[in-house]
């Protein structure tokens, strides 16, 4: 029997649609003809799945948990920050240590926390990779924001004239900013990925 013949019966004889005698001469065929075979058993595989299995349910939900502790873990962090900062700095005499921990404390942490709030829209970025570098940005621009509103607020202006200590006294504040800049950069990016985001 010609090959061209089988294969032309062989869906028929998969659906069970041709006749008894067909059905006899694809059997005896495929016994003696290889290609015949593998073309019946491809047809008879089940079709292959496009698609990766999807996670369970559970691992999403579990990570989207993990996402929002994180970030309630996050902010407490600022928040408890901003009020040791507050606390040391009520404590600190007038003198040249003024605004020492406002400066050093108070205004990256704040500037840190107050970024967060971005986080909620997280659906608003078209990938993560925009989400973490707009994350990192806001915290700076917000944290250097804060800043000038205290050299006002503590009219350090009028106090600063010493150059070179300038750098020194402010120093811790402006490595923690590049901390927390870090920080939102690198975990909004764990975040959004803990969240699906793309
Ligand atoms: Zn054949």
Not at 170 to 176: E, N
Request: net charge negative; charged share 15%; hydrophobic share 45%.
């Amino acid at each position: 029997m010609n090959c061209d013949v089988i294969k032309d019966l062989i869906p028929l004889y998969i659906d069970e649609c041709c006749s008894d005698e067909s059905s006899k001469i694809v059997d005896e065929h495929i016994e003696s003809c290889a290609s015949c075979k593998r073309l019946m058993d491809e047809m008879k595989a089940p079709p292959e799945m496009a698609k990766a299995p999807e996670p369970p349910a559970s691992f999403n939900r579990l990570s989207g948990w993990l996402a929002s502790l994180m970030q309630a873990t996050l902010m407490l962090g600022a928040f408890v920050l901003i009020a040791i900062g507050v606390a040391l700095e009520a404590s600190t005499p007038n003198g040249a240590m003024n605004s020492f921990w406002a400066f050093n404390v108070v205004v990256p942490s704040t500037g840190f926390l107050l970024s967060m709030a971005n986080w909620c829209f997280l659906r608003q970025y078209k990938s993560r990779k925009s989400f973490s570098r707009f994350s990192l940005i806001i915290t700076l621009g917000i944290t250097l924001c804060v800043y000038a509103w205290s050299v006002f607020h503590y009219e350090i202006y009028n106090a600063i004239k010493l150059s070179e200590d300038t750098i020194l006294f402010y120093g811790l504040g402006l490595l923690l900013t590049a901390v927390f800049c870090i920080v939102s950069g690198t975990l909004s990016n764990q975040y959004a990925k803990m969240l699906g985001k793309e």
